[in-house]
């Protein structure tokens, strides 16, 4: 049986993951400002592992 929390969370998925669609096109969006010629999957790629890294961040500052 899921939790309150698990439950509660459930509701706020599809938010969460527009919200960081959203960060990805942000950056998407300097990339292309800044970079001539760009390389789509590259420049994806690269952002998709700085938002991992970013995550494991913050994972390791809230949860220790």
């Not at 509660?8 to 400002?33: N, P, S």
């Not at 970013?54 to 809230?62: S, V, W, Y």
């Amino acid at each position: 049986m899921p939790s309150i929390e698990e439950t509660e969370l459930e509701e706020y998925h599809g938010a969460i993951i527009a919200d960081v669609e959203k960060l990805v096109e942000k950056y998407r969006a300097i990339f292309d400002w800044n970079v001539p010629d760009i390389d789509q999957k590259l420049a994806d790629r690269l952002i998709l592992g700085e938002v991992r890294k970013a995550l494991d961040a913050i994972d390791k500052k809230l949860l220790g």
